[in-house]
């Protein structure tokens, strides 16, 4: 079983919808949950940041985390189509060093 | 502010030849990690890298792959005797010393294609 899964999509949506991407996780030591956007060709960048459990959000964005059921959420309220990415959801422990361990991604496209 | 940079960008060798990635960090930032990235399989974790120090190379291949950041300079991904199956993107990302954990800032990539 890996530590992350991430359905890989595709995932189609029209202009306007709500989007929800989601990953679960076995590794109860992770702490920190990230979603990372990566456009074609390009490298991942950082798009929500979450400690433990609970929500954040930011603008368009909602990221949601359920550490009892070892469950992360990305919510994208009125897609656009700049929002055609892949997503990829990543997670750390607390301590030590930085290591991520990445989702496989979930490519999504926003047709106008 | 410059961001991560990668180069090359496209590098192309033939089974048996040595491929050689560079990546500079971002100004300020001491901790240099590398992934590769393979369709359909998501970012793989290979190594990790203080100054002139490996710090967890766990996820890399004990053969023909092998990484370095020196003190002066940018951090080498080196890949001896590469075969097709070393063909993928290799992403470098940094950090800062004391940033948030697990916020990496990546550059865009090397691809590698092994003919």
């Known amino acids: 079983q890996k530590e992350v899964e991430q359905d890989p999509g595709p995932l189609s949506v029209p202009e306007g919808a709500i989007v929800s991407l989601n990953c679960t996780y076995s590794?109860?030591?992770?702490?920190?949950f990230m979603w990372y956007r990566q456009y074609s060709r390009k490298g991942p960048e950082l798009l929500m940041y979450t400690y433990s459990s609970g929500n954040k959000e930011d603008g368009r964005f909602t990221a949601q985390v359920d550490k009892s059921s070892k469950y992360i959420s990305l919510f994208i309220r009125d897609s656009q189509p700049s929002d055609s990415a892949t997503y990829l959801c990543?997670?750390?422990?607390?301590?030590?060093?930085?290591?991520?361990?990445f989702g496989t991604g979930t490519k999504l496209q926003v047709i106008p | 502010n410059a961001g991560v940079m990668q180069n090359p960008r496209h590098l192309v060798r033939r089974r048996g030849q040595e491929a050689r990635l560079r990546c500079s960090p971002m100004k300020g930032h001491s901790h240099v990690y590398w992934y590769r990235q393979l369709p359909e399989e998501g970012l793989k974790f290979m190594v990790y890298l203080q100054k002139e120090n490996i710090i967890d190379e766990s996820g890399m291949p004990k053969e023909r792959f092998s990484a370095e950041f020196p003190k002066e300079g940018p951090s080498i991904l080196r890949i001896q005797q590469v075969v097709r199956g070393d063909s993928a993107a290799y992403f470098c990302?940094?950090?800062?010393?004391?940033?948030?954990?697990?916020?990496?800032?990546f550059g865009e990539g090397s691809r590698l294609t092994v003919l």
């Open positions: 990543a997670m750390g422990n607390s301590g030590g060093y930085q290591k991520v361990t």
């Open positions: 990302a940094s950090s800062p010393y004391q940033g948030r954990t697990g916020e990496l800032f």
């Open positions: 590794n109860s030591a992770f702490q920190y």
